[in-house]
T-cell receptor
Framework: ELKVEQNPLFLSMQEGKNYTIYCNYSTTSDRLYWYRQDPGKSLESLFVLLSNGAVKQEGRLMASLDTKARLSTLHITAAVHDLSATYFCAVDMTSRDDKIIFGKGTRLHILP | GAGVSQTPSNKVTEKGKYVELRCDPISGHTALYWYRQSLGQGPEFLIYFQGTGAADDSGLPNDRFFAVRPEGSVSTLKIQRTERGDSAVYLC?????????????FGPGTRLTVL
């Protein structure tokens, strides 16, 4: 059974600092996704990572994938208050079934 | 263009009642997903449609839950004999081609409260 674990689950940090959110998964995956969710809102897709070594960047966020370690990271550079949200990673195995399994999310609070 | 829409945005019902939740995907998106999200948790997969057929319904918790997508566009999630434990936000997402992955676009969700 595919399991997806994120850490930390809660993170409070100062503006201007760098930090990394980790996403580990238990079995071979076809794709890994990162999403952002603001309180009371739906999910916004950030990145999809398809292959080992994939790196994608958008603004202050950079996501990477290491399929051998079954690990993805979401790195935040020089955090700003607007990045406060909950970040989810999700993994799918659509070559074997069509489920997409989400982690529990990392609630990020950036202090001004 | 228009994104994924869901109606109603909020639904309050009594235990034992029947409810229908509607999802309008982005036009042309063949893949459609339903998820359920409880407070403080990540979305939980329920069912995936590719076109009109349910390609994977293994996430539906029991036989009180059923979903259809008769014309390959709009989908309806149906819950019979609702229970308090069914209270959650029900999210719908669509993507261009599910089998090859790509970004999913989520709707705003329907908040279901079962009293």
């Amino acid at each position: 059974e595919l399991k997806v674990e994120q850490n930390p689950l809660f993170l409070s940090m100062q503006e201007g600092k760098n930090y990394t959110i980790y996403c580990n998964y238990s079995t071979t995956s076809d794709r890994l996704y990162w999403y952002r969710q603001d309180p009371g809102k739906s999910l916004e897709s950030l990145f999809v990572l398809l292959s080992n070594g994939a790196v994608k960047q958008e603004g202050r966020l950079m996501a990477s994938l290491d399929t051998k370690a079954r690990l993805s990271t979401l790195h935040i550079t020089a955090a700003v208050h607007d990045l406060s949200a909950t970040y989810f990673c999700a993994v799918d195995m659509t070559s074997r079934d069509d489920k997409i399994i989400f982690g529990k999310g990392t609630r990020l609070h950036i202090l001004p | 263009g228009a994104g994924v829409s869901q109606t109603p945005s909020n639904k309050v019902t009594e235990k034992g009642k029947y409810v229908e939740l509607r999802c309008d995907p982005i036009s042309g998106h063949t893949a459609l997903y339903w998820y359920r999200q409880s407070l403080g948790q990540g979305p939980e997969f329920l069912i995936y449609f590719q076109g009109t057929g349910a390609a994977d319904d293994s996430g539906l918790p029991n036989d009180r839950f059923f979903a259809v997508r008769p014309e390959g566009s709009v989908s309806t999630l149906k819950i019979q004999r609702t229970e308090r434990g069914d209270s959650a936000v029900y999210l719908c997402a669509s993507s261009l081609v599910g089998a090859s992955g790509g970004l999913q676009y989520f709707g705003p969700g329907t908040r279901l409260t079962v009293l």
